[in-house]
């Protein structure tokens, strides 16, 4: 029997906010998208929407730790956030996304490097969260 359900990751930013869905199987990244909203109210609005509309039964967010592990002002931003699509009913996971920008930045082309707009940045962060949390759950 085939799976219908998807994972969603999200790499969540103050002006941008990169979305990926797996595959069905969720053995790899698939769609990618980048919401730009700087309304946390709107934005978890436009999450639910996606997340509904494209069948994720589960949200990988990335968890922005400082490069020593511990919690800076960021966490308790994306916090916040995981507890507002909690109380809409999706199961969240957080996923260590240190390191995930750097990574992105790495499998850029040279002329998306190049681009003022970082839209796909934020995409290629939010499939590398995925794929982490993919090679990484029990599903």
Not at 38 to 46: C, I, N
Not at 90 to 119: G, Q
Request: with cysteine; net charge neutral; hydrophobic share 35%.
């Amino acid at each position: 029997m085939t799976n219908t359900t998807r994972a969603m990751a999200i790499d969540y930013g103050d002006a941008r906010t990169g979305v990926a869905f797996s595959d069905l199987t969720k053995t790899l990244p698939g769609e990618t998208l980048t919401i730009r909203e700087r309304s946390v109210k709107a934005l978890v609005k436009t999450l639910a929407e996606l997340a509904s509309s494209r069948n994720a039964d589960v949200i990988a967010l990335g968890c922005p730790l400082n490069e020593d592990g511990s919690q800076g002002e960021r966490y308790q931003k994306t916090e916040a956030l995981k507890l507002r699509l909690e109380a809409l009913g999706f199961t969240v996971h957080f996923v260590d996304e240190r390191f995930t920008s750097l990574e992105a930045w790495e499998l850029l082309s040279p002329r998306e490097r190049r681009t003022r707009d970082k839209s796909r940045l934020d995409e290629v962060s939010a499939s590398i969260i995925l794929q982490d949390f993919l090679n990484n759950s029990t599903r």
